[in-house]
């Protein structure tokens, strides 16, 4: 069983940063894919970054040159640095795990971004 526990969320006024973790308990195995999800108000949860265990990333095209999402396979843990944020940026920001057929989520850290 896995379970992830995000944090780093807060407050910051449009244009700040903030740096978002994702710490993993359990088994991470080599063909783990991790991400970045997020949800705003009244919309559907979208993907915001992912990284394989080799490295590999894919961005959703509003974060692109601005959020940098990366991995310490050591820790377990995946990081999402958030650079230039925008109040378009607000939502609640969950961390995903897929492996092979299942995602596995974690509950969450909300992202302010006020103007």
């Known amino acids: 069983q896995v379970q992830l526990v995000e944090s780093g969320g807060g407050s910051v006024q449009a244009g700040g940063s903030l740096r978002l973790s994702c710490a993993a308990s359990?088994?991470?195995?080599?063909?783990?894919?991790m991400g970045w999800y997020r949800q705003a108000p009244g919309t559907q949860r979208e993907l915001v970054a992912e990284?394989?265990?080799?490295?590999?990333?894919n961005y959703v095209d509003a974060v692109k040159g601005r959020f940098t999402i990366s991995r310490d396979n050591a820790k377990n843990t995946v990081y999402l640095q958030m650079n230039s944020l925008k109040p378009d940026d607000t939502a609640v920001y969950y961390c995903?795990?897929?492996?092979?057929?299942?995602?596995?989520w974690g509950k969450g850290t909300l992202v302010t971004v006020s103007s």
């Open positions: 995903k795990l897929h492996r092979s057929a299942r995602d596995y």
């Open positions: 359990g088994i991470i195995y080599r063909f783990d894919v």
């Open positions: 990284i394989t265990m080799g490295g590999r990333v």
